[in-house]
């Protein structure tokens, strides 16, 4: 997904990646989410419920981030935080239309 995204012209963050060691993991998440204009969640049946998940979307949400950006596969609705049924969900196998959709935007904002 970080790829599809970082192609498209979008500066993406994912912990995995870009956190390097002797970093404060929890520090280097918040401040990525202070300063991303985005916030992408992969919803999963393995992801929905861990705690992780749960506080990077609150922080998000507390932060006031304009789009929160919800990306599913093979989750029901019931698992989900209640915070993130309102938004209008993207299933997985769209992600590449929502891909486009950020490209255009990341093109407008250099105008």
Same mark, same amino acid.
């Given at each position: 997904?970080?790829?599809?995204?970082?192609?498209?012209?979008?500066?993406?963050?994912?912990?995995?990646?870009?956190?390097?060691?002797?970093?404060? +993991?929890?520090?280097?998440?918040?401040?990525? +989410?202070?300063?991303?204009?985005?916030?992408?969640?992969?919803?999963?049946?393995?992801?929905?419920?861990?705690?992780?998940?749960?506080?990077?979307?609150?922080?998000?949400?507390?932060?006031? &981030?304009? @789009?929160?950006?919800?990306?599913?596969?093979?989750?029901?609705?019931?698992? +989900?935080? $209640?915070?993130? &049924? $309102?938004?209008?969900? +993207?299933?997985?196998?769209?992600?590449?239309?929502?891909?486009?959709?950020?490209? @255009?935007?990341?093109?407008?904002?250099?105008?």
């Amino acid at each position: 997904m970080c790829e599809l995204l970082d192609s498209a012209g979008a500066k993406t963050f994912r912990d995995d990646r870009d956190i390097a060691g002797g970093d404060d +993991i929890p520090e280097s998440i918040r401040r990525a +989410i202070t300063e991303s204009d985005e916030f992408v969640v992969l919803l999963t049946s393995n992801s929905v419920s861990r705690p992780w998940v749960n506080i990077e979307v609150g922080a998000a949400w507390g932060l006031t &981030k304009s @789009r929160i950006v919800v990306v599913h596969y093979n989750v029901g609705i019931d698992p +989900i935080p $209640a915070m993130l &049924k $309102a938004k209008k969900a +993207i299933a997985l196998n769209e992600f590449e239309a929502y891909v486009e959709e950020v490209g @255009r935007r990341v093109k407008g904002s250099e105008n």
